[in-house]
């Protein structure tokens, strides 16, 4: 099972940005498709980023065009970078491989710890 651990959160002003990395280990990412989770407190974990092992990029409507995601499968790394950041986006962020349910999407790796994201107004 692929094991993940997320970095790059901290503190920023709103209409700052932060770009998160989401290291991959346990087998190659090149394969899976890669989704970005964030969770606000008392809230449910939600995906609001999706990149499949081709490229193809979905974005949940409140990140689009502020948030880019890619990934370098000779790294095993993924990426979140973060543009024109508000307060609403704080968040604890995960990154997780996916596994198609449906018409959706399950994680299908470990859960690691997360990265805290915080913006001030």
């Known amino acids: 099972q692929v094991q993940l651990v997320e970095s790059g959160g901290g503190l920023v002003q709103a209409g700052g940005s932060l770009r998160l990395s989401c290291a991959a280990s346990?087998?190659?990412?090149?394969?899976?498709?890669m989704g970005w989770y964030r969770q606000v407190p008392g809230k449910q974990r939600e995906l609001v980023a999706v990149?499949?092992?081709?490229?193809?990029?979905n974005y949940e409507d409140s990140v689009r065009g502020r948030f880019t995601i890619s990934r370098d499968n000779a790294k095993n790394m993924g990426y979140r970078q973060m543009n024109s950041l508000k307060p609403e986006d704080t968040a604890v962020y995960y990154c997780?491989?996916?596994?198609?349910w449906g018409t959706g999407w399950l994680p299908g790796g470990s859960w690691g710890q997360g990265t805290q994201v915080t913006v001030s107004s």
């Open positions: 990149i499949t092992s081709g490229g193809s990029i």
């Open positions: 997780n491989t996916l596994q198609a």
């Open positions: 346990g087998s190659i990412i090149s394969i899976h498709v």
